[in-house]
């Protein structure tokens, strides 16, 4: 099996509003993410390629667009914005345009990752 990765960074605001409001997450507060998309084959593609890099290109102006500089309860459109749900977020957006994506992990600080592969 052969997998390649790639990676996607944007900052955001979120307020995790379930937690217990000692919990330092409850409050309004930002991270600089790193979304990083896994994708896999059994075999190269003519070009000795699982995918093109250059295909994920999308991904980025998806991030861009709609994540980067942004309150993520309000781009997910509920409370529990936790690098789980971004990630299974992420895995299901790029599944449905590139089938070889096999997993996504996001962190929010420089010591935590989140990875959805179903
Ligand atoms: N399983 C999860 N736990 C937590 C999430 C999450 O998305 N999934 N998110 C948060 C907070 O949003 C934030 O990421 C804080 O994380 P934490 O590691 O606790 O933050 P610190 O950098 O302050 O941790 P230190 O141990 O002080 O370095 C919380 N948990
Ligand atoms: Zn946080």
């Given amino acids: 099996m ?10 955001a605001s979120h307020q995790l509003t379930s ?9 309004l ?12 084959a059994k075999e190269l593609n003519e070009h000795g390629f699982v995918r093109d890099y250059r295909d994920l290109a999308p991904l980025k102006r998806y991030i861009d667009e709609s994540f980067d500089h942004r309150h993520l309860n309000d781009v997910l459109g509920h409370e529990q914005v936790t690098a789980e749900y971004l990630a299974r977020h992420f895995y299901e957006w790029c599944k449905a345009r590139l089938p070889e994506t096999s997993a996504v992990r996001v962190s929010e600080t420089p010591k935590t990752w989140a990875e959805y592969r179903p």
């Fill in 19 to 27: 937690l217990p409001p000692d919990h330092q997450c409850a409050r």
């Fill in 29 to 40: 507060h930002g991270h600089n993410y790193i979304v990083e998309v896994e994708l896999s």
């Fill in 2 to 11: 052969f997998r390649i990765t790639k990676e996607f960074h944007f900052s």
